[in-house]
């Protein structure tokens, strides 16, 4: 079992950044060495959908609504996960969700992203 806390969520102009973390409560690796960690969002009156996800190859993965301004980063020797949001739009208000696949997938409880003037 492995809890996520997210963190770095806010209210955010249009075309400010956001940087948000995610803690593990204990090492992926020690679950599974072969573990995938991302991201998802939820909008209101919307799905859940994927943001970015990172392989424990380092191979990232993105939405193409956030490609080329979202960047997605994981530190195994400090259990976390970042994710570096730029040039940040209002269609990106949403709750975050940090992921994790380890033999089976584990759920954060959510960071709100506001993206308003």
């Known amino acids: 079992q492995v809890e996520l806390v997210e963190s770095g969520g806010g209210l955010v102009q249009p075309g400010g950044s956001l940087n948000l973390s995610c803690a593990a409560s204990r090492s992926i690796r020690s679950i599974s060495v072969i573990n995938t960690m991302g991201w998802y969002r939820q909008a209101p009156g919307k799905e859940r959908e994927l943001v970015a996800t990172i392989t424990n190859f380092g191979a990232a993965n993105y939405a193409n609504s956030v490609k080329g301004r979202f960047t997605i980063s994981r530190d195994d020797a400090k259990n976390s996960l970042d994710l570096q949001m730029n040039s940040l739009k209002p269609e990106d208000t949403a709750v975050y969700y940090c992921?994790?696949?380890?033999?089976?997938?584990?759920w954060g409880q959510g960071t709100q992203v506001t993206v308003s003037s």
């Open positions: 992921y994790v696949h380890a033999f089976q997938n584990y």
